[in-house]
């Protein structure tokens, strides 16, 4: 097997060196960039299995970076986890609702982060291809799972890999309730340093890209449980 091919996209040099060393001493390739200009073509031309990116960087920022990663068609499966010394709650949702796939604090464990990247690379190398084919319809909504689709009639809906599968096993569980830490584990891959909230703020952005204009309401929220599609 390959070595995974991790870029770290982030403007201060010793915390590149000190992400570059464990990464590389744990047997990944690693390639990285100080401004967010460079960052954009070095994922464009790498095409790396994970982006390390800080939020906070010259020339275009992490949250620009993030949106233009996650609205290409190419690039837009390629797993993000921001790094930032904000730790607002805005920050971090604003982070999780442009797609990025977690969110690290600074200064941060590097033995945590390390665990991070292996959950998640781990947890994309499951999905991708899907396994599952066929399609599954909710009152008018058609989830393709061959196509990774999500449409009404004729409208299609740009989903995150992250959303798709929420909405995926959701409706696979049509009745069922499924709890906050069972889709944070099932989706995520891991319980312990991952956030209830991640759910929250996936399932909020979800409804707002597939329920606001048709009103119809296809998520139920289950109050102090989780989430349904009835």
Not at 195 to 208: A, G, K, N, Q
Request: proline share 3%; charged share 35%.
């Amino acid at each position: 097997m390959s070595q995974p091919h991790i870029l770290i996209i982030e403007d201060e040099e010793h915390i590149v060196e000190l992400i570059k060393f464990n990464l590389e001493s744990n047997g990944y390739k690693v390639s990285y960039a100080f401004n967010g200009r460079d960052g954009i073509k070095r994922v464009e031309m790498e095409k790396p299995d994970l982006v390390l990116l800080d939020l906070m960087l010259p020339e275009i920022d992490g949250i620009d970076v993030c949106n233009r990663i996650k609205n290409d068609r190419e690039l837009k499966q390629i797993p993000i986890i921001m790094l930032t010394a904000k730790s607002s709650e805005t920050d971090k949702i604003i982070g999780l609702e442009i797609g990025a796939d977690d969110y690290m604090t600074k200064p941060f464990s590097i033995r945590e982060l390390l665990t991070r990247i292996k959950v998640i690379l781990r947890r994309y190398q499951n999905t991708q291809p899907f396994k599952e084919t066929g399609k599954i319809v909710v009152e008018d909504l058609t989830i393709d799972i061959d196509k990774h689709e999500v449409s009404r009639g004729d409208d299609k809906f740009q989903l995150t890999l992250k959303e798709f599968e929420l909405l995926k096993i959701l409706a696979e569980n049509r009745g069922k309730v499924l709890s906050r830490n069972f889709l944070l584990d099932e989706i995520w891959g891991y319980d312990y340093f991952g956030e209830t909230r991640t759910v929250d703020v996936h399932i909020r952005h979800l409804r707002s890209k597939i329920e606001n204009d048709s009103g119809l309401k296809y998520i139920e929220t289950v109050r102090g449980v989780g989430y349904k599609v009835k």
